[in-house]
């Protein structure tokens, strides 16, 4: 039997790092997160000054990064990867045949997107990007010009498992025992 590749998908404050740090602590997936590990690159690599120039990092500098950092021998939850519709298409051609892959998208309105950002920003989060209105406006355009296509695409690849996920509240633990009843 494969292991699991859980490939967390949705615009910005949907919950995707929450609901996957839920899950961490349920079961024993090793956990993929492309930011973390795009941030803690070396200070003197080109990938880390590219970022810190603003600049994104390419696919062709990225899929050996993620490959690294991607065992085929044990359950995963992917986050932050893939963000385009390329990157989709490699992660379905380089591990669809090594794992059960399931997209989970949580699927929420951008006016909800905004609420929750707002509402971590009250509680004390520290992403220097959710202060800045015009920095978040530009993350959400993205999401929808850039990520969407590669939602849509996955949603109808054959050995894909797709969950559009619709959340049904704002509480977390009713979204949380909600996601887990559908997965399976």
């Known amino acids: 039997m494969k292991p699991t590749m859980l490939v967390f998908m949705g615009g910005q404050g949907s919950g995707k790092g929450t609901f996957a740090n839920l899950l961490l602590k349920q079961n024993n997936y090793k956990y993929v997160e492309a930011g973390d590990i795009l941030r803690h690159m070396p200070a003197d690599s080109e990938i880390a000054q590219k970022i810190t120039r ?18 085929t021998d044990q359950d995963i939850i ?14 379905i051609d380089n591990y669809a045949d090594k794992f059960d892959i399931r997209v989970l998208f ?6 909800t997107m905004f609420a929750h950002i707002q509402k971590r920003i009250r509680e004390g989060g520290n992403r220097k990007d959710d202060a800045d209105e015009n920095a978040v406006k530009k993350r959400i355009e993205s999401f929808k010009s ?3 296509p590669a939602i849509q695409w996955l949603a109808t690849v054959d050995n894909v498992k797709f969950f559009d996920l619709k959340l049904p509240s704002d509480d977390v633990d009713i979204n949380f025992a909600f996601i887990l009843q559908t997965i399976g």
């Open 146 to 148: 850039t990520t969407m």
């Open 106 to 111: 949580l699927n929420i309105s951008e006016e």
């Open 54 to 71: 603003g600049e994104l990092v390419s696919d062709e500098d990225l899929f050996p990064i993620i490959s690294k950092h991607i065992p």
């Open 78 to 91: 992917m986050d932050g990867f893939p963000r385009t519709l390329g990157q989709a298409k490699w992660l």
